[in-house]
């Protein structure tokens, strides 16, 4: 059983190495998620009070998707996106 969900950036661009842990085990660890390649469908001119989810649903049909938006704009948080008046928006997998 996973800890994440099937589209999860982490299940599809992470890297999972074995470790020992501080008792000996060798356990799984999920590395950092690459940063997927993304092409660009268009821009998106933002409003006020859009959020990232819905515009994820929207252009990707999937509300989890977010995270594609933060990492095709340069974003490393969310909340940085919500001073920009432009998105750029990437095609769906």
């Known amino acids: 059983m996973s800890l994440y969900a099937k589209n ?3 299940m599809l661009h992470a890297e999972i190495v074995e470790v ?3 008792d000996g085990r060798t356990v799984e660890r999920v590395g950092r998620a ?3 390649d993304q092409t660009v469908l268009g821009e ?3 409003r ?3 959020r990232l989810d819905h515009l994820a649903n929207y ?3 999937d509300p989890h998707g977010f ?3 933060c990492e095709l704009n340069d974003a490393l948080l969310p909340d ?3 001073e920009v008046e432009t998105l750029e928006i990437p095609t769906r997998f």
């Open 67 to 69: 995270w594609r938006l």
């Open 20 to 22: 020992q842990d501080e």
């Open 44 to 46: 998106h001119v933002l």
């Open 8 to 10: 999860s950036r982490y």
């Open 80 to 82: 940085q996106l919500a």
């Open 34 to 36: 690459k940063r997927p």
């Open 48 to 50: 006020q009070g859009q």
């Open 59 to 61: 252009y990707l049909k």
